[in-house]
């Protein structure tokens, strides 16, 4: 490819809505164009890395027998409905109907519609274990498109659906879809670490992501500091000590704190620490009724965990009828006396005693104890529903846990049976009987996984592509065009190099060395050759690797035979 007719043009200065360096890179190198607020379009750079990523997922998926298929990216409202999918995603889903008032969905992932094949093309246990995979648009209607490629309202999605006899057969396929993402990232270049993470709309209770540590990230991760857990914070937990106190020997009793409504403020009008409160807050289960959530006052509420617990997509807080209703008093509310089912957290230690809202106004109890003033809404049970912070213990070693910022680039569900007994999705089993369908789900964006190798993967000049994924492997240079020597030879040496199956990109511009030079540098081909009047005068063409700042002077014949070795090393260890 010819850069005097390349169709996208690189840019000098970052463009001002540019959020990290990664997306700043990506604009300026002509990689994706905005078109909209979360939409953007590929330009042909852009769009052959996107495709080299879809081949190293495809390589990868077929290797463990995992079959390519498509599914649409319309999709009906009764399938949802089944589910119960068409409700809980509204807020977050384009939809649009036809000229006859049917209604349809733009995918936002295919968990229904796959079921809905499987119902009709595998009917016995014979064609059990079955893996399928597509790659296709998504349309999520994001409140806050950010950082390029990383969150958009439309994307590329490979995801990967398995169906099973049992939970032994989940296991054996999960595992296998595990192992091809680890190859696959490895394959990238991409250094992500799977960790433990919450299933959020897609069902189910056990599911991992593939993090890659970039300050660029908006997902925070708790991370063991001798590598023996990791997790989502929105799924983290943390190692507790289960040990309960005496009661306190006072009775609980009022004190007056006019215009405290805070921790912060009871802090500095008690002198006590932000452990020595309850924190309650007032929310709405599915069915709008006030629950109370009760967590130590120096622990946030972790609204992931919340949502799971009361299996809803989001959580609501209590609104002023709520609050009449339990008999609580905004500012003031409290677990003693309250008339709504109380959820008490995990860090909550029971016989304590805590200083608490009265329901009162102006008005806290001291000395209020789990146990004796009050209890949980199961008094064998707290739940764990607070966030984990920098420094807490490891679940699993009790060594302190970190907390970095990631960027997922791909996740794996197993959801069992949650979608095929909406559906009745059944096969025919060996003993005669009709069985449920026992799934996994498992998906990788391609846009964000090429702006996460763009933000990992860069130096102040501009994009380093690993090799595998680079649009072009090599770029050759050619200073200054308007001699014909040096024209020539250029022209010659990309002839060959593509006779031979090189991928190239030519500078063929009337540009100056500096211009050159930068643009190459900020595209970031693997492999740059500068064919120059100087280097010929010496019978020799430069060449510098984009990682590296040292170049070398190689023979003008043998130039392609070198390139060639060069590239062909370079493919087989990218294709390790």
Avoid at 2 to 21: I, N
Avoid at 216 to 227: N, V, Y
Avoid at 248 to 263: F, H, L, N, Y
Avoid at 459 to 468: E, L, Q, V, Y
Wanted: aromatic content about 6%; charged content about 25%; overall charge negative.
């Amino acid at each position: 490819m010819r850069m005097s007719r390349l169709f996208g043009r690189t840019l000098r200065e970052p463009p001002s809505e540019a959020q990290t360096p990664g997306h700043q890179l990506m604009l300026r190198a002509a990689i994706a164009r905005p078109l909209a607020a979360g939409l953007y379009t590929w330009l042909p750079l852009g769009f052959r890395v996107a495709k080299k990523v879809e081949q190293i997922i495809r390589e990868e998926m077929d290797r463990i027998g995992c079959q390519e298929m498509e599914m649409p990216v319309l999709t009906p409202a009764e399938v949802w409905k089944t589910t119960g999918r068409w409700d809980l995603l509204e807020p977050i889903t384009f939809r649009t109907k036809d000229h006859n008032g049917r209604e349809f969905m733009v995918s936002y992932t295919h968990e229904e519609v796959v079921h809905l094949h499987a119902i009709n093309e595998i009917l016995s246990y014979r064609q059990l274990p079955a893996m399928v995979y597509h790659f296709q648009s998504k349309g999520r209607d994001e409140t806050r498109p950010r950082a390029g490629l990383l969150r958009t309202r439309e994307f590329v999605m490979k995801d990967a659906y398995s169906f099973d006899m049992d939970q032994a057969g989940l296991e054996r396929s999960y595992a296998a879809q595990h192992g091809a993402y680890v190859r696959i990232f490895r394959r990238m270049s991409l250094d992500a670490i799977s960790v433990e993470s919450d299933t959020g709309a897609m069902g189910g209770d056990v599911a991992h992501e593939f993090q890659v540590l970039t300050e660029a990230g908006e997902d925070r991760l708790a991370i063991c500091s001798r590598g023996d857990y990791s997790a989502n914070l929105e799924k983290a937990a943390r190692k507790i000590d289960d040990a309960s106190e005496p009661f306190p020997k006072a009775a609980r009793s009022e004190i007056a704190t006019p215009g405290t409504t805070t921790i912060e403020a009871l802090q500095a009008s008690l002198k006590l620490p932000a452990s020595a409160f309850l924190k309650t807050l007032l929310v709405k289960d599915r069915d709008g009724k006030p629950v109370a959530v009760v967590l130590p006052g120096d622990r946030n509420l972790n609204e992931a965990k919340l949502r799971k617990r009361l299996g809803m997509s989001d959580v609501q807080f209590a609104g002023d009828a709520d609050f009449a209703r339990a008999g609580g008093v905004a500012g003031f509310v409290g677990p003693v006396g309250l008339g709504a089912p109380v959820l008490v957290d995990t860090a909550v230690v029971a016989g304590r005693g805590y200083v608490a809202g009265a329901n009162k106004k102006d008005t806290h109890l001291k000395d209020v104890a789990l146990g004796r003033d009050f209890t949980a809404e199961r008094a064998d049970r707290r739940v764990d529903l607070h966030d984990v912070i920098e420094g807490d213990a490891c679940p699993t070693c009790g060594a302190p846990l970190a907390v970095k910022r990631g960027v997922e680039v791909g996740n794996i569900f197993a959801y069992g049976t949650y979608y095929s007994e909406k559906m009745n999705a059944t096969y025919l089993a060996e003993d005669g009987t009709r069985k449920l369908f026992v799934g996994g789900s498992y998906g990788i964006g391609v846009g964000r996984s090429v702006q996460t190798i763009i933000e990992t993967s860069h130096d102040d000049k501009g994009i380093i592509w690993p090799f595998a994924v680079a649009p072009y492997e090599v770029h050759v240079v050619g200073l200054p065009m308007n001699d014909e020597t040096v024209h020539a030879a250029a022209d010659a040496l990309v002839a060959t190099l593509e006779e031979k199956g090189v991928q190239v990109l030519y500078d063929d511009r009337d540009e100056s060395a500096g211009v050159k030079f930068a643009d190459a540098d900020l595209i970031g081909i693997p492999f740059r050759v500068t064919v120059s009047r100087r280097s010929l005068q010496s019978k020799s063409v430069e060449l510098k690797p984009r990682a590296s700042s040292e170049a070398e002077l190689v023979p003008h014949d043998i130039a392609a035979d070198r390139l060639v070795d060069i590239v062909r090393r370079a493919r087989e260890a990218a294709a390790r």
